[in-house]
């Protein structure tokens, strides 16, 4: 730290924000590139706001990591209920959500911890306060204490993430949002409203049901997950139901009144429909997240937000003003943990390696951690009409898992391959089903090195599983007709 009055330190590299994208940039440089570097966060909070952050970002502290635990802790509740059909006794055990939250919060806080030493191991200089620009080459450091301090760059890089935002409708301040839902004392004696249909709504669905709470689930669209492949999205909905959750497709919250804590009126109607009204206990809302680049200093150096608030940068995530570079959510491309790891890597290379490196945003994976989950690679069976030229092959399997032939679950597994006719390629993968996220991760591998169908069907299965059935899938469910201009 520099003294009162003492010259500014000197880095190659400045990275604000000490999320997954800006931890792995800032690592890769000092470690890998031997750059003198400095890394800025804020202090650490289980709920974000402009003055807390913490390193780990929002993967780690309030987001993936902690999600992942209570969908763990939900899934339990199914066991119990499988378990009768293989003998055990009908158990009904009490949870204690308080139990849940202190343990995930222990964790998270050993995550931030060790999210800290990273850095530090690597040689980076770990600042906790708030960064914003002075120009394109100083960056301000103002503590929690107010106190300030002042670091010369050579390179500067945006890394700050995103934040949640809600409905901008009468009473959204009784809403909570995700951040807040991971860290609720208590869970509400009522049922639980929650608005939103993408990632974060589903999952809060499965792990609020999982875990005793009445769930109603309201989105804008006929079915959750806009942008997923419709056949999945379909069977989600049909999950979703036939786990108790309540979907109100088509309809929007226009209010929510709060009456005291733990008692709220909230109206809602459809576009064409009159307006209805439902008390809960407890109002959620998912309805996006936007780019974290405001108060930084951005405008000053010339940086430029595009229409949704996010930093514009090009191939290689400079921003266009030498040396000030931007990756992760705050640039609003593919809004995914390990989608910002590739690019605080590909930055590295191309800051400090020699080597400018695009980040390759083909055959990106992902996977919803509903209950069962979905994931998916490649083209959806709508892109893929809309992109490719020529007859696509289309394969789906509908199955009720071994596991659930005895448990008595009515549930179905379904498995989705795309295969363009022309070149025998894999162009798309999907499944909703047990085990759907880890399946998927290996069938990544196979689409990013361009796999055909004839090769999946060369390969022998593992028997008996359920991953088996995308290399044992031989008829064709169907064909369409690709209408785009791509060809393979």
Known sequence: MATPGSAPQEFDL??????????????????????????????????????????????????????????????????????????????????????????????????????????????????????????????????????????????????????????????????????????????????????????????????????????????????????????????????LTKRGVVCHGGHLPTKIVKHDEGHYTVSYKSPDGPEQSMEVGLVMMATGRSPRAQGLGLEAVGVQLNNKGAIKVDEVSSTGVPGVWAIGDVTDRINLTPVA???????????????????????????????????????????????LSGAIDVYVSKFKPMKYTISGRDERTLMKLLVHHESDRVVGCHMVGPDAAEIMQGLAIALKCGATKAQFDATVGIHPSAAEEFVTMRTRTRQVEGKGAAKL
């Open 14 to 239: 400045v990275t604000i924000g000490a999320g997954s994208g800006g931890v792995r940039a800032s690592r890769f440089a000092a470690q890998y590139y031997n750059a003198k570097v400095a890394c800025i966060e804020l202090p650490f909070g289980f709920v974000s706001s402009e003055d807390v952050g913490g390193a780990g970002g929002t993967c780690v502290i309030r987001g993936c990591v902690p999600k992942k635990l209570l969908v763990y802790g939900a899934a339990f509740n199914e066991e119990f209920a499988d378990a009768k059909g293989f003998g055990w006794q009908e158990v009904q055990l009490p949870h204690d959500w308080k139990t849940l939250i202190a343990n995930k919060a222990k964790e998270i806080s050993r995550l931030n911890s060790v999210y800290v030493n990273l850095l530090r191991n690597a040689g980076v200089a770990y600042y906790e306060g708030k960064g914003s620009l002075l120009d394109k080459n100083t960056v301000q450091v103002t503590r929690p204490d107010g106190s300030k301090e002042v670091l010369r760059a050579k390179n500067i890089l945006i890394a700050t993430g995103g934040y949640a935002t809600k409905l901008p409708i009468e009473g959204a301040e009784h809403a909570i949002s995700s951040d807040e839902a991971l860290h609720l004392e208590a869970l509400p004696d009522k049922s639980v409203l929650i608005v939103g249909s993408g990632y974060i709504a589903v999952e809060f669905a499965g792990i609020f049901k999982g875990l005793g709470a009445d769930v109603h689930l309201m989105y804008r669209a006929d079915k959750p997950l806009r942008g997923f492949d419709e056949e999945c999205r379909g069977q989600v909905a049909e999950n």
């Open 341 to 387: 790891l590739m690019e605080g890597m590909a930055f590295a290379k191309t800051a400090f390696g020699g080597q400018p490196t695009k980040p390759d945003y083909q055959n990106v994976a992902s996977a919803v951690f509903c209950q069962p989950p979905l994931a998916s690679v490649g083209l959806s069976e709508e892109q893929a009409i809309a992109q």
